[in-house]
């Protein structure tokens, strides 16, 4: 069955950064588009950045670009996402996600927390 399993929250301080990274299973990795959401208690669900089957167009929130890049390795079924300059406002659970025959699964997430 597809499995989505993020890794590489934790805590950092403002101006300091983090990568994730989502490890995909269950389904051929290379054609489908994945995407990186985060949510807030209290907040809906945010679109972070997205990234096409082979790698080549990518898409980001307003809130993230320049700071954020997200990057896929077909070869090891793995998404990335790489978050610089952090802000406290980043602080929020980071899902991956992925449309698959159509049907949308979702890791279990990973907490990043920026905090001094």
């Known amino acids: 069955q597809v499995q989505l399993v993020e890794s590489g929250g934790g805590t950092v301080q403002p101006g300091g950064s983090l990568r994730l990274s989502c490890a995909a299973s269950?389904?051929?990795?290379?054609?489908?588009?994945m995407s990186w959401y985060r949510r807030t208690p209290g907040k809906e669900r945010e679109l972070v950045a997205s990234?096409?089957?082979?790698?080549?167009?990518?898409n980001y929130a307003d809130s993230v670009k320049g700071r954020f890049t997200i990057s896929r390795d077909n070869a090891k079924n793995t998404m990335y996402l790489q978050m610089n300059s952090l802000k406290p406002e980043d602080t929020a659970a980071y899902y991956c996600?992925?449309?698959?025959?159509?049907?949308?699964?979702w890791g279990q997430g990973t907490q990043v927390t920026i905090s001094f």
């Open positions: 996600a992925a449309r698959v025959r159509g049907s949308d699964f």
């Open positions: 269950g389904f051929t990795f290379r054609p489908y588009a």
């Open positions: 990234i096409s089957g082979a790698g080549f167009n990518t």
